[in-house]
């Protein structure tokens, strides 16, 4: 079963950026649609985009619209989440996600990763 791996995580002041990487173990990967979500501590998960892996749609949560923007490169089965101008209220466990049907949800989960913007 493919595996999703996160990585970019840190530590950012407010007005930083972060890259977040999201690396599928199988080259065989090809899902309808890769995800980001967000978690805080006590607080039900959060959808912040995605992408359709083969035309590269993306659509955003209203809260990161302008500010964070969803990329893939297909031959690398990689997905990325560029934040810039992080807030404070964007610190959160960030995981990607694949749904690989427009039938399905997101059934394959990334481990997380912490994403910290300090104030």
């Known amino acids: ?9 840190g530590l950012v002041q407010t007005g930083g950026s ?14 309808y649609a890769m995800g980001w979500f967000r978690q805080v501590s006590g607080k039900e998960r959060e959808f912040v985009g995605r992408i359709l892996w083969s035309g590269g749609q993306t659509i955003y949560v209203d809260s990161v619209k302008g500010r964070f923007t969803i990329s893939r490169d297909n031959a690398k089965n990689t997905m990325y989440l560029q934040m810039n101008s ?5 610190t959160a466990v960030y995981y990607c996600a694949g749904r690989s ?8 989960w990334g481990q997380g990763t912490q994403v910290t913007v300090s104030s």
């Open 1 to 9: 079963q493919v595996q999703l791996v996160e990585s970019g995580g």
């Open 101 to 108: 049907s427009i039938d399905t949800d997101y059934n394959t």
């Open 18 to 31: 972060l890259r977040l990487s999201c690396a599928a173990s199988e080259r065989t990967f090809s899902p």
């Open 86 to 90: 992080l807030k404070p209220d964007d």
